[in-house]
């Protein structure tokens, strides 16, 4: 691809898609969401999430049709959650970039590490 692609352009969906599906929590919730789950064990699985951003993921997902949600009627009432077909697809990939993550972290920590020393005693920032 070079730099005349419209994958690279500022109004191409790519954009929009990516930062909807690859931030923090979409990437932990289709973590989580290997198999249906309720609204409340989905928040419990995921330490630090509200409710609040829990349920703006949630339908931003289901919006994306990553995502499906189901009312439960019954003796009790809830919502589940559960995976898309084009939710499953992503999987794969999501999978093997949490297991880098994973395998990385301490070597990315020892860099930010490093760094910081290093600016912290240059006391001169650069501009990422």
């Not at 931003?60 to 049709?65: A, D, F, M, S």
Request: with cysteine; aromatic share 6%.
């Amino acid at each position: 691809m070079d730099k005349n692609d419209p994958v690279y352009r500022a109004d191409c969906p790519s954009r929009v898609i990516l930062d909807q599906i690859a931030d923090k929590w979409s990437m932990m919730v289709l973590a989580v969401l290997h198999q249906p789950r309720r609204f409340n064990e989905i928040k419990r699985r995921l330490s630090g999430v509200t409710q609040r951003v829990l349920t703006q993921t949630l339908r931003k997902l289901e919006r994306n049709g990553m995502v499906s949600r189901r009312v439960l009627t019954g003796r009790i009432l809830g919502v589940e959650y559960a995976l898309t077909p084009l939710g499953q697809s992503l999987q794969g990939p999501f999978s093997i970039l949490f297991e880098w993550t994973v395998e990385n972290m301490n070597v990315i920590q020892n860099c930010q590490s490093s760094y910081d020393a290093r600016e912290g005693a240059t006391g001169a920032k650069t501009p990422l």
